[in-house]
Nanobody, 123 residues
Framework: QVQLVESGGGLVQAGDSLRLSCAAS????????IGWFRQALGKEREFVAV????????DYAYSVKGRFTISRDNAENTVYLQMNSLKPEDTAVYYC????????????????WGQGTQVTVSS
């Protein structure tokens, strides 16, 4: 069983930065694809970024490319999402998700989810 715990959310102003963390309690963390998704109030859950275990390659949603960076520390069983130049439209609950096989942009590809962390960006 994979347990994921997100942290690092908060209330910031437009243009500020935040770093989210996703800690996993599983010995096979290094063999998991980890994705970040977000869900704004009244909207569907959307893909933000993913990092694959096999290659370390990453993908980003167009809306965050160049501002957000996903990285992982396998020794610490943690994935990070560095968010720079935050905008009010980045306001959402951010979730990390894990899967052994899935690594795409659809939330349906991921079997394991954290509880989410709120990010609020004021203008």
């Amino acid at each position: 069983q994979v347990q994921l715990v997100e942290s690092g959310g908060g209330l910031v102003q437009a243009g500020d930065s935040l770093r989210l963390s996703c800690a996993a309690s599983v010995r096979t963390f290094s063999r998991l694809n980890i994705g970040w998704f977000r869900q704004a109030l009244g909207k569907e859950r959307e893909f933000v970024a993913v990092i694959r275990w096999s290659s370390g390659s990453t993908d980003y949603a167009y809306s965050v490319k160049g501002r957000f960076t996903i990285s992982r520390d396998n020794a610490e069983n943690t994935v990070y999402l560095q968010m720079n130049s935050l905008k009010p439209e980045d306001t959402a609950v951010y979730y990390c998700a894990a899967d052994v096989v899935g690594y795409g942009t659809s939330w349906t590809e991921y079997d394991y989810w954290g509880q989410g962390t709120q990010v609020t960006v004021s203008s």
